[in-house]
Every structure is written in structure tokens, then in C-alpha cells.
């Protein structure tokens, strides 16, 4: 019976420099499939986790901006953003039209050239989609896609990596109505599973590292199948507590 406890987290090297029009899930197969010691491969049940960063440029998700002017992107932050939550200084929180509440609408200026800033895909859900059939199709196996970026949280310091889309794996394992350790009914508990695919895989990725890809290997089967994070993830502003 396999111990679905155990996890191991695979960095995958070799993704070249993405550029515009690529064949983005092309080059993660190849990735994916490059010799190596020992080899990585794609496994039935993978769930392949890559930076959002890769995805944005191979989508075309590019705005030039001056090179000297640190603010220079500000303005595309407005642009991009359906609502803006709170404002201090040059830092804008703001409500994406996906609906994600982040800081300045996700716009990057991280680990890309001085005159570039980069947006978000405009449907991660779709991106991660594309990734997984074409895996389908060449390697046929079934496996997870999760689209990661990196946000800060409320009330907590520090930075983790989230899910902005996924693929072929549940975003939410919902407990609600089985029973805890000690037999008590749990009422609201959602696990929210791509989050946690996505930091997990975060910590063999690193920031400055140049390793987009990650695979996430003896994921529960159970928790394979169809699912949105736009749909069933990001909360309803009726339901928040906070804005």
C-alpha cells in the first residue's frame, strides 16, 4: 500500500531562457525528459509546479518600461488592477481582475531585464491546462499542474509561494463532515492543496536560482481531478471578513 504521507519534491534544471511564443510545455517535457543522474522523468500522478515568471513571458505578458525609473511600472498597476484596497507610499495592494488581492496587481520586476516589467497570465487555469494536455498527448500520463507566484500574506511577515492556477489536481480538499482524530465532526476545514504544492515545491526552486520547474512526486491520487483556483479559491468579497 504506498504511503501517501511521502513526498518528494524534484527540482527540474534546464529550461532555457523563455521568450515570447515559445513552446513553453514543449521545453518542460524536454526538461522533464533530459538525461540525468539519476533521471527525473513524468510520472503518472506528478504535479508539476512552474513559476508564474515563465508562463507571463511565454504568453507575452511583457510591458516595457524605463530602465531608470523604478516606478515606471506604477501606472500599469492601476491599469491592471480592478480595485484598489490599500495605498502607503509607492505600495499599492490591490485587487487583480482575476480577482487576486496582492501587491501592486502582481506586476514584476524581479529577474527580468532593467526595461521590463511582467503582468500576469490573463487565465492561469488555461495556462496550466495547455501544460497538462500537451503532456498527455506526448508522454501520456496524467499529472497536475500548478502555475506558482510568490505573495505576501496578511498579519505575517515574510513571502510564500501560492497557486495562481492549476490543472488535474483538486485546489481544495474539503473535510467539512468527516471526523478528527478524536471522532469530533470537522465543520470548516478546506485544505487548500495547490497552496501547499506550490510552497513546497518553492523551497527546491529558490528565488535566484534560474529553476522555473518543480515536480511534486507521490501526490494522493485521491486528491487528482478537475478544479479552478479563480473559481474555487480566491473568496468572494461577500464572504471577507476584512475588506
Same mark, same amino acid.
Not at 524536454?30 to 508539476?48: K, M, T
Not at 508564474?52 to 525609473?69: G, H
Not at 506558482?148 to 505575517?156: E, L, Q, Y
Given at each position: 500500500?504506498?504511503?501517501?504521507? /511521502?513526498?518528494?519534491?524534484?527540482?527540474?534544471?534546464?529550461?532555457?531562457?523563455?521568450?515570447?511564443? $515559445?513552446?513553453?510545455?514543449?521545453?518542460?517535457?524536454?526538461?522533464?525528459?533530459?538525461?540525468? %543522474?539519476?533521471?527525473?522523468?513524468?510520472?503518472?500522478? =506528478?504535479?508539476?509546479?512552474?513559476?508564474?515568471?515563465?508562463?507571463?513571458?511565454?504568453?507575452?505578458?511583457?510591458?516595457?518600461?524605463?530602465?531608470? $525609473?523604478?516606478?515606471?511600472?506604477?501606472?500599469?498597476?492601476?491599469?491592471?488592477?480592478?480595485?484598489?484596497?490599500?495605498?502607503?507610499?509607492?505600495?499599492?495592494?490591490?485587487?487583480?481582475?482575476?480577482?487576486?488581492?496582492?501587491?501592486?496587481?502582481?506586476?514584476?520586476?524581479?529577474?527580468?531585464?532593467? %526595461?521590463?516589467?511582467?503582468?500576469?497570465?490573463?487565465?492561469? =487555469?488555461?495556462?496550466?491546462?495547455?501544460?497538462?494536455?500537451?503532456?498527455? *498527448?506526448?508522454?501520456?500520463? %496524467?499529472?497536475?499542474?500548478?502555475?506558482?507566484?510568490?505573495?505576501?500574506?496578511?498579519?505575517?511577515?515574510?513571502?510564500?509561494?501560492?497557486?495562481?492556477?492549476?490543472?488535474?489536481?483538486?485546489?481544495?480538499? =474539503?473535510?467539512? *463532515?468527516?471526523?478528527?482524530?478524536?471522532?469530533?465532526?470537522?465543520?470548516?476545514?478546506?485544505?487548500?492543496?495547490?497552496?501547499?504544492?506550490?510552497?513546497?515545491?518553492?523551497?527546491? /526552486?529558490?528565488?535566484?536560482?534560474?529553476?522555473?520547474?518543480?515536480?511534486?512526486? *507521490?501526490?494522493?491520487?485521491?486528491?487528482?481531478?478537475?478544479?479552478?483556483?479563480?473559481?474555487?479559491?480566491?473568496? $468572494?468579497?461577500?464572504?471577507?471578513?476584512?475588506?
Amino acid at each position: 500500500m504506498p504511503d501517501y504521507r /511521502r513526498l518528494e519534491i524534484i527540482p527540474v534544471p534546464g529550461l532555457p531562457e523563455i521568450k515570447p511564443g $515559445d513552446d513553453l510545455a514543449g521545453m518542460i517535457i524536454d526538461a522533464c525528459l533530459a538525461e540525468a %543522474d539519476p533521471p527525473i522523468g513524468l510520472l503518472e500522478n =506528478d504535479v508539476l509546479v512552474v513559476s508564474q515568471k515563465v508562463v507571463s513571458k511565454a504568453e507575452n505578458q511583457i510591458e516595457i518600461v524605463d530602465p531608470d $525609473d523604478p516606478l515606471s511600472h506604477k501606472p500599469l498597476v492601476l491599469r491592471e488592477s480592478a480595485r484598489v484596497i490599500r495605498r502607503r507610499g509607492e505600495l499599492i495592494i490591490s485587487q487583480t481582475k482575476h480577482g487576486y488581492v496582492c501587491a501592486n496587481a502582481g506586476i514584476d520586476r524581479s529577474n527580468v531585464a532593467p %526595461d521590463v516589467a511582467l503582468l500576469l497570465p490573463e487565465d492561469s =487555469d488555461r495556462s496550466a491546462r495547455r501544460i497538462r494536455d500537451a503532456v498527455k *498527448g506526448r508522454v501520456g500520463v %496524467d499529472t497536475g499542474v500548478v502555475v506558482a507566484d510568490t505573495f505576501g500574506r496578511p498579519w505575517r511577515r515574510g513571502l510564500t509561494d501560492i497557486a495562481l492556477g492549476c490543472a488535474g489536481i483538486r485546489p481544495i480538499l =474539503d473535510l467539512r *463532515g468527516t471526523d478528527d482524530a478524536v471522532g469530533r465532526e470537522l465543520q470548516v476545514t478546506e485544505v487548500c492543496i495547490v497552496d501547499e504544492l506550490a510552497g513546497a515545491a518553492e523551497l527546491v /526552486r529558490g528565488k535566484s536560482d534560474g529553476i522555473a520547474l518543480a515536480i511534486v512526486r *507521490g501526490v494522493n491520487p485521491d486528491w487528482f481531478g478537475p478544479g479552478s483556483v479563480v473559481e474555487e479559491i480566491v473568496r $468572494d468579497p461577500a464572504e471577507d471578513l476584512f475588506r
